[in-house]
């Protein structure tokens, strides 16, 4: 069982940058692959970025590649979604979501556990 919870989300003005922070409860953490996603007003729930077990390997959605790193800290548990020259655009629920194994999946259905959310939004 692993459990997830979000941070850092905010207001900021366009070209901001925001540090999103998922802390994952469970001793099995390492064997999950993990994945930032993000729900805009009337959209989807759409995957923005996504890391292996190790953090050797790493996604973006083009829409955020150059602008946002996705990073985790294995030892203390937490999953990092660092974001800069935020744009109206990246407004939306950003939630982290678990999947068991190595590699990441770009699948959303296939992620098992999922955090409450935080809200981002970026005035123009």
């Known amino acids: 069982q692993v459990q997830l919870v979000e941070s850092g989300g905010g207001l900021v003005q366009a070209g901001g940058s925001l540090r999103l922070s998922c802390a994952a409860s469970g001793r099995t953490f390492g064997a999950y692959a993990m994945g930032w996603f993000r729900r805009a007003p009337g959209k989807e729930r759409d995957l923005v970025a996504a890391?292996?077990?190790?953090?050797?390997?790493?996604y973006y959605a083009d829409s955020v590649k150059g602008r946002f790193t996705i990073s985790r800290d294995t030892m203390f548990n937490i999953v990092y979604l660092q974001m800069n020259s935020l744009k109206p655009e990246d407004t939306a629920v950003y939630y982290c979501?678990?999947?068991?194994?190595?590699?990441?999946?770009?699948?959303?259905?296939?992620?098992?556990?999922w955090g409450q959310g935080t809200q981002v939004t970026v005035s123009s």
């Open positions: 890391i292996s077990w190790n953090g050797g390997n790493t």
């Open positions: 979501a678990a999947v068991r194994g190595s590699m990441p999946t770009m699948t959303r259905d296939e992620y098992e556990y």
